[in-house]
């Protein structure tokens, strides 16, 4: 059983940065693909990015190509997600994602979830 720990939310302008650390406990770290998600105001949530077992595959969403990359440290248990280039839009509460399978986009596969950390982007 694996708890993730989320980190490194906060305000930002448009345009600016930030990077979404998740800390995971266990020592099967690397058995696991990691993803993460997030859900804004009103809305349902929704895939961000996902990264295999070696971190050699990597998925995203469109709405984030180009801005945001994801991406671990085995050795430290902990998965990131860097976002550049934030939006208003990018506003959510992100949530790390570990999961026994193959990385996926969807929600179903993964079997330990977060809390969850706060991303504000004003406009």
Known sequence: QVQLVESGGGLVQAGGSLRLSCTASG???????????????GKEREFVAAINRSGGITYYADSVKGRFT?????????????MNSLKPEDTAVYYCAAGHRTATTTERPYD??????QV???S
């Not at 994801?70 to 860097?82: E, F, H, W």
């Not at 330990?112 to 950390?117: D, E, F, R, S, V």
């Open 70 to 82: 994801i991406s671990r440290d085995n050795a430290k248990n902990t998965v990131y997600l860097q």
């Open 112 to 117: 330990y979830w977060g809390q969850g950390t």
């Open 27 to 41: 020592r099967t770290f690397s058995t696991y693909a990691m993803g993460w998600f997030r859900q804004a105001p």
């Open 120 to 122: 504000t982007v004003s």
